[in-house]
């Protein structure tokens, strides 16, 4: 399976599409405004506590307080708060925590109000970004994620990933990073580090390591709502838990972006720098992949399955409600059981890529076609699971009940991914009605030679929908190369199918949009 990452930057920020033999399992917008990411580490204050809850509110800079609860608080946070003072009152200079005495643990069932006291400054990490109304969640269980290890101060335990089931090498990690961590840290081992010798091992820990002491040196100065630790772009994350020998390449298409992700695969793997690209071509990136067209199929209400079945998703404030339909496959089964059993397969495998394309969690309630036979909905539950088996976020799948539905929960952690898949028609602007399109034509054909000849412009390039493109190259001789003859001058059509059957644009020979009267 060959796996790419297309990076594509805009003025809203970086879309980020991850590819998986040429179809978009994972997109992501990453903002470029500030924003409070999984993984962000603030300096905190902490505002109101709420005893009926266990809970407190901290202002971390958010226009609504985040949300902390007693549970979150992790069992070493007397030892966070009492470092955390100390650092800012310079107590404590540096990271290293060997001459650190830990405070006692506390009590799982204890209260809030014990432990926190109002205004008081507190460290804390997003666990979960603002969804709606409500601010970012937060924990005190702060942990610094590597590619093999995630590093957790004030603890000393080593603990492996469930996914890693040989015995042998358990252990092997069990011995190896217990002799190589420092003291009062603690180590979660990922599933990626299965197999992996000490000095990749080692190599990773130091830099969670340095990525720690920068963030204790940024705290030395730090003010409430100081941002103390941030976790890597969007991008590199996905790099650092996805990248693996069925990486096939990276394509991003800013110099600054292309520099970031070689810098960032040359640290975490040598070998793989050179499927890091950027890309060159006149095309948009987005564009030349077939991604722009793959987005408006994928997240309209409505998604086609291969076989002809279809899939209705409806998105509401409790839960997500998924409706599988057999459309125009009906009649291509030899009966009832094998139609629904099919349609099931397709929609299983389709549900499983939604899920993760839109990033859709809480409660996801699936409608399947009616089954009557045990070990046909036994399947369908198999199926998703192993399609489900690549997906990052925590999730629990149930049995199909009796009447053919499929619950699912699954950790949602950031806001969920939504493309507007309806347009608005650019020439009525909605209402219906609009003036002969076909004088399109005429008018770019008009604003081509006031560009040529009065503007003096040589080479340029129009942006236009696939339509008008082929309406110009189409033929011998075709409008385009007309245009040659009459102007002497070659011009670039490039398909945007962003734009709409009327709109188009004119840049000129550097790639600058070129402003046109009326």
């Given at each position: 399976?060959s796996?790419?990452?297309?990076i594509?930057?805009?003025?809203k920020g970086?879309r980020?599409?991850?590819l ?12 470029s405004?500030?924003?409070?990411s999984v993984?962000?580490i ?9 005893t009926?809850l266990?809970a407190?509110?901290i202002d971390i800079?958010y226009?609504k307080?985040?949300?902390l609860?007693y549970?979150?608080?992790g069992?070493n ?7 955390t003072k100390?650092?800012?009152?310079k ?5 290293r925590?060997?001459?650190f005495k830990?405070e006692a ?5 204890g ?9 008081s400054?507190i ?5 979960k970004?603002p969804?709606?109304?409500k ?5 005190c269980d702060?942990?610094i994620?590597?590619r ?10 080593v ?13 092997r ?7 190589v961590?420092?003291?009062n ?9 299965e197999g992996?010798d000490?000095?990749?091992l ?7 390591l340095?990525?720690w ?8 100065d ?6 103390v630790?941030g976790e890597?772009s969007?991008?590199?994350?996905m790099?650092?838990d996805l990248?693996?020998e069925n990486f096939?390449?990276?394509?991003v298409d800013t110099p600054e ?9 040359h640290?975490i ?5 050179k499927i890091v690209k ?5 095309t ?8 722009e067209?793959?987005l408006k199929?994928l997240?309209g209400?409505s ?5 002809g079945?279809?899939l ?7 839960l997500h409600?998924?409706?599988v339909?057999?459309?125009?496959k009906?009649n291509t089964e ?5 139609t629904a059993?099919?349609v ?9 890529r ?13 409608d399947?076609?009616?089954?009557k036979?045990a070990?046909?909905k036994?399947l ?16 629990t ?8 539905l ?11 991914m939504?493309v507007?898949?309806?347009?608005t028609c ?6 219906g009605?609009?003036s002969?399109?076909?004088?399109v034509s005429d008018?770019i ?12 412009e040589?080479k340029p390039?129009?942006l236009?929908?696939p ?13 385009r ?8 001058t070659?011009?670039n059509?490039i ?6 059957v ?6 000129n ?10």
């Amino acid at each position: 399976m060959s796996n790419e990452l297309i990076i594509n930057s805009t003025p809203k920020g970086d879309r980020i599409a991850l590819l998986q033999d040429k179809r978009i399992v994972e997109y992501h917008l990453e903002e470029s405004e500030p924003h409070f990411s999984v993984g962000d580490i603030y300096l905190g204050t902490v505002k109101k506590m709420v005893t009926g809850l266990n809970a407190a509110f901290i202002d971390i800079g958010y226009e609504k307080d985040a949300f902390l609860h007693y549970h979150d608080l992790g069992q070493n946070i007397n030892s966070l708060n009492k470092f955390t003072k100390d650092v800012i009152a310079k107590r404590q200079q540096n990271g290293r925590l060997d001459n650190f005495k830990l405070e006692a643990e506390i009590d799982k069932l204890g209260k809030i109000e014990k432990v926190l006291g109002k205004n008081s400054p507190i460290l804390v990490q997003v666990v979960k970004e603002p969804i709606s109304t409500k601010g970012p969640r937060l924990s005190c269980d702060i942990s610094i994620a590597g590619r093999y290890l995630v590093l957790v101060p004030f603890s000393n335990g080593v603990n492996i990933s469930k996914k890693i089931t040989a015995k042998a090498e358990r252990q092997r990690l069990q011995r190896l990073m217990s002799s190589v961590k420092p003291a009062n840290f603690g180590v979660i081992v990922r599933t990626v580090a299965e197999g992996k010798d000490v000095e990749e091992l080692e190599r990773d820990l130091k830099d969670s390591l340095a990525k720690w002491e920068l963030g204790v040196k940024n705290l030395l100065d730090a003010k409430p709502r100081d941002k103390v630790i941030g976790e890597m772009s969007r991008a590199t994350s996905m790099l650092r838990d996805l990248l693996n020998e069925n990486f096939d390449s990276v394509i991003v298409d800013t110099p600054e972006l292309f520099q970031e992700a070689k810098n960032y695969v040359h640290n975490i793997a040598p070998d793989k720098e050179k499927i890091v690209k950027l890309h060159a071509g006149k095309t948009k990136a987005f564009e030349q992949f077939g991604i722009e067209k793959q987005l408006k199929m994928l997240f309209g209400r409505s998604v086609s399955l291969p076989g002809g079945g279809y899939l209705i998703i409806e998105h509401t404030e409790a839960l997500h409600v998924i409706d599988v339909n057999s459309g125009n496959k009906s009649n291509t089964e030899e009966d009832q059981e094998a139609t629904a059993l099919s349609v099931n397969r397709e929609a299983a495998k389709e549900i499983a890529r939604q899920l993760r394309l839109r990033d859709m969690g809480g409660i996801i309630v699936i409608d399947f076609i009616d089954m009557k036979k045990a070990e046909n909905k036994k399947l369908i539950q198999d199926i998703m699971k192993e399609e489900m088996r690549t997906d990052r976020s925590k999730y629990t799948i149930l049995p199909l009940t009796k009447f053919g539905l499929m619950q699912i929960t699954r950790q949602r952690v950031r806001p969920e991914m939504n493309v507007q898949t309806q347009e608005t028609c650019p020439t009525c602007g909605g209402t219906g009605k609009i003036s002969a399109s076909i004088v399109v034509s005429d008018v770019i054909e008009h604003n081509l030679e006031h560009i040529i000849i009065k503007q003096n412009e040589k080479k340029p390039t129009i942006l236009l929908h696939p339509f008008l493109h082929a309406y110009f190259t189409k033929g011998f001789p075709s409008l385009r190369m007309k245009w040659y003859f009459k102007y002497k001058t070659w011009v670039n059509l490039i398909e945007d199918t962003s734009l709409g059957v009327t709109e188009f644009k004119f840049h000129n020979k550097y790639g600058e949009e070129i402003e046109l009267n009326g």
